[in-house]
């Protein structure tokens, strides 16, 4: 089961590209400990987090609107939008997958992951091809409707998956793991992250470029599809980071331990 051990207070950091540096305050409207960020372009965004939470921005972050998620007892772990409309959040205990196809209008439970335990992320690259992952790593070829076994785990638990396209994709972790797939998750080969502290999310924009984030304010940035994996100078929090999300090399956003959200205004030259 995933155990997550937080600072009080959660903030969402939006990273962008502008002609000054440093980071701001934006207010989620929330008292919820958020654990996932998901934008589908520079406006449109979701953040998903405890006693079934969800949030939209049409704005980029400035404003936050509260979505009907049709329970307050379950945690969510992980929100993923194909489109703007189409769109899945993932959690539980026990396993709870949502979809919807109107954008957050209205969601409704997929079908049963094949897995009891809490699931802590989920992917899709498109309105068909997904996975999701807890101790296990599942994908599904038809929406949700079905999911198949590609990974048991033992001893360690994956907390977040991201994939490009339909045969590259990234897995991250406890004790550091990062694992790589070519083949559409049929393999999987461990990558060096350079630390043992635990991974809570993984974005990739392309098969080059990625971000890994976690516990003690932990970040990673790979310009090499994960052979290296560089520790940025700059401190965000000491919070345990729970998500990152990017929509262009520049342009990002972070959440980490409740309530308030804050973007970042980097530099570019």
Known sequence: MKTLIFISVTFVFCLNAHSQSGWFSQPSGSGELLTSVYFVNNSTGWCVGYNGTILKTT????????????????????????????GWIAGGFPATILK???GGLNWSPSTQ?????SLTSIYLIDSNTGWVVSDVILKTTNGGSNWMTQLSLSGNFLH?????NSLTGWTVGTSGKILKTTNGGSNWVTQVSGTFLTLYSVYFLDVNSGWAVGS??????????????LYPSDTI???????????DSNTGWVTAGGSRIFSIQLMVV
């Open 160 to 164: 977040s998956i991201c994939f490009v």
């Open 216 to 229: 003690s304010g932990s970040h990673l940035k790979t310009t090499n599809g994960g052979s290296n994996w």
């Open 237 to 247: 929090t000491f919070a345990g980071l729970t998500s990152v999300h990017f929509v």
């Open 59 to 86: 704005n980029g972050g400035s404003s936050w609107t509260a979505q009907i998620s049709g329970t307050n007892s379950i945690h969510f772990n992980s929100v993923d939008f194909s489109d703007v409309n189409t």
């Open 100 to 102: 919807t196809t109107n």
């Open 113 to 117: 992951s094949g897995t009891t335990n």
